[in-house]
């Protein structure tokens, strides 16, 4: 997939996601939206995987997000979440936008949590943004067994993952999801909730 394609394809579905936050909504409750997203995320992922409370609990810091799309083999989603440091208790709220390109044909409603490892990648995250390239891709484990996640890095670069360390965890709202299409991902602080 091109970059011209993947860029139509983040507008795009940063359009059709906008209604998840209602425009006349105010500020405060946007953010307490986001929040409850990022709680019942959290809760799946527990449900799901229980010893990641642990990690997220003595990570550097957390980050929930939540997003909307459409897809016919190509395609693309738009959302919103949060960015917590650990240690200084705070929030910052972020946008992402998905591009999506293999055999993916549906609409989707999709949430990720994602632990960071050090202060470091944390502090990049939220500070420049981040873009992940197709092979930046979690998986999961169907059933009791759980999930299972990689560690990360920035555009996908393997050679990056020592330094950019973060640990994916897909998921639909029921449970972890199980495979998913090749996606570029791009976060970006909230000019709109910060």
């Not at 390109?101 to 609409?107: R, T």
Request: charge should be positive.
């Amino acid at each position: 997939m091109n970059k011209l394609s993947i860029c139509a394809a983040i507008v795009m579905s940063t359009l059709i996601a906008q209604p998840v936050l209602a425009a006349d909504a105010s500020k405060a409750e946007k953010q307490a939206q986001v929040r409850k997203m990022c709680d019942e995320a959290l809760a799946t992922l527990y449900k799901a995987k229980p010893e990641a409370r642990k990690q997220v609990e003595s990570s550097a810091g957390y980050g929930c997000f939540s997003s909307f799309g459409i897809s016919f083999l190509i395609g693309g989603a738009g959302g919103s979440g949060l960015v917590h440091d650990n240690k200084a208790k705070h929030d910052t709220f972020m946008n992402m936008g998905q591009a999506s390109a293999g055999v993916d044909i549906g609409i989707k409603d999709y949430r990720e949590v994602l632990v960071f490892l050090d202060k470091a990648t944390l502090d990049k995250f939220i500070n420049s943004g981040w873009e992940f390239s197709g092979g930046a891709q979690a998986t999961a484990k169907a059933g009791s067994t759980g999930a299972t996640a990689e560690t990360a890095a920035a555009g996908g670069k393997r050679e990056e993952a020592k330094q950019d360390r973060i640990t994916i965890y897909p998921m639909t709202k029921t449970g972890l999801a199980v495979g998913a299409a090749a996606a570029g991902r791009k976060y970006w602080k909230s000019d709109d909730l910060n």
